[in-house]
């Protein structure tokens, strides 16, 4: 699912804030259901941005979106980003494909804390590990 791949340091900034827009847009929302949203798409973007700093690159197939957040827990070494990325990963796909989901005042809060916290420890690995970024 994955090849090898060598990411120059700009292609590399542009995932990371690209990442770091939706997770602003996420931040600014009054919404619930765009602040959710939004977070799994910076988490996504983000898990991108950590692949490509380790010359990784997904490959666009059916389950893709399972890979990174894995690869992204592995390389960070925390089990809970497997856990709570595939946790939303799946309420983000019971809302696209079944009918719809509401997603709470503390959810979306709660989220939004948890990419933030994700999002400093990917500062803090791009930090330690300063090959390409």
């Not at 946790?87 to 989901?101: P, S």
Request: proline share 0%; with cysteine.
């Amino acid at each position: 699912m994955f090849e090898r791949f060598v990411f120059t340091k700009n292609q590399i900034s542009k995932y990371h804030s690209s990442a770091l827009r939706d997770f602003k847009i996420a931040k600014n929302s009054l919404e619930n259901e765009v602040r959710f949203r939004f977070c799994y798409d910076a988490l996504l973007k983000l898990s991108i941005t950590v692949c490509a700093k380790n010359n990784l690159r997904i490959k666009s197939r059916q389950g893709h979106h399972i890979k990174l957040i894995e690869k992204m827990a592995e390389i960070l070494k925390d089990k809970d980003i497997n856990i709570i990325g595939q946790e939303m990963r799946a309420k983000r796909n019971w809302d696209l494909y079944g009918g719809g989901i509401l997603i709470s005042e503390k959810e979306a809060k709660d989220y939004l804390q948890w990419t933030e916290n994700i999002f400093k420890e990917a500062d803090k690995y791009f930090n330690t590990h300063s090959r390409l970024f």
